[in-house]
């Protein structure tokens, strides 16, 4: 007989209820862990789907992501003449609010160099690419537009041509693509009746207040030829002395460990709690159920079991509450955080780890009732 299981089943109720309320616990680090996660994949999707080897940005910045950059959309000529260089795009991104259709939407309007880029890197659910130069748009998903939607976005019509998917940005907006010249304009759009309002003021608008002037963009994304020296390439760009050149290695560390370290550090130390309570809980419950047990104990040291027999009890109906109550949070996160705002992602890796450390905590729990069963002397069952 298993004396764990037997003793569990005595209990059905009670290992129920405490399986749950720990599943519970470990639901939300996961959640958490997959949070940070989902973030991150976010805040990379530009980075790793584009396929720029090198971004080029406003000088001593380290932009466009982390921060505010503007360079010259005449920059791309230039780029185009240095050796090892197949390609350059222009990059542009910003967030922006607009009422359509009755809502309020946060919107990442991102540019696309048309006719170099029509957006063909983009996962589509419906709709097509970019054809033309103005006023068509893709937009993701979660805005909530359909394929051949008209918007008005600041004095003019898009046309929504194609919907995406998973297209959101490091603050969990939707992305609008559209191309250079329409972000642009819409970006330095300033309405009508601040026009008139500055006119009868007699005050020149100063074009840094209306975002990117007409003519700059964010970032250049220059994608290097096939056997390009890349170090030779960046020495020569960084000669130039007015711009900044990033490699995607350094655009993924600057948002990871720069602008992402603090969320990090966050969710760290609350999971680091709620795996604090948890190995809490389980051991305030095999402790419990040890008390319980006392006479058991006591009878079963009476007829000669030994120590062993008792200490594989204790620990396997830590590893029962464990095991179950981690398989419950794994399966409740699959059902219920892909329905969560924000992208939940939850990587095997992070997974197998997690499991790892359930394990311990459980090892860690059992030993507090382990040592009240070894206190438990045979006369004990006389008492």
Known sequence: MNLALADIHHHFVRFLVTAIGIGALLTASIGMIGLYRGIVFEALLIINDVGADLWVVEGNRVGPFAERSEVSSLLDRRLEGVPGVSEVRRFIQYNQQYLIDGRRLQVAVTALDFPKDSGSWIPLIAGRHL????????????????????????????????????????????????????????????????????????????????????????????????????????????????????????????????????LKIQILAFVGMTLLV????????????????????????????RDRLIVGMILQQALYIGVNSFVGALLTAHFIYPYFPRTVLILWPDVAFQALLVLIMCIVGSWFGIRRAMSVRAQAVLS
């Open 131 to 262: 054809y033309a130069g103005h006023y068509e748009a893709i937009a993701d998903r979660s805005l909530g537009l359909q394929v051949g939607q008209q918007i008005r976005l600041g004095h003019d019509d898009y046309t929504i041509v194609g919907v995406a998917i998973g297209q959101v940005d490091i603050g969990g907006d939707g992305m609008l693509f559209v191309t250079i010249p329409d972000a642009q304009s819409l970006d330095s759009f300033v309405p009508s009746e601040a026009v008139l309002l500055r006119r009868l003021q007699h005050t020149i608008p100063n074009p840094n207040l209306l975002g990117y002037a007409v003519g700059n963009v964010a970032a250049l994304m220059v994608t290097l030829s096939p056997g390009a020296d890349s170090g030779q390439v960046q020495s020569r760009v960084r000669q130039w002395g007015d711009v900044t050149v990033l490699t995607r290695k350094d655009e993924e560390d600057v948002l990871v460990n720069g602008r992402l370290r603090r």
């Open 278 to 305: 948890t190995t809490t809980v389980i051991a305030l419950s095999i402790y419990t159920m040890t008390i319980e047990k006392t006479r058991e104990i006591a009878l079963l040291k009476l007829i000669g079991a």
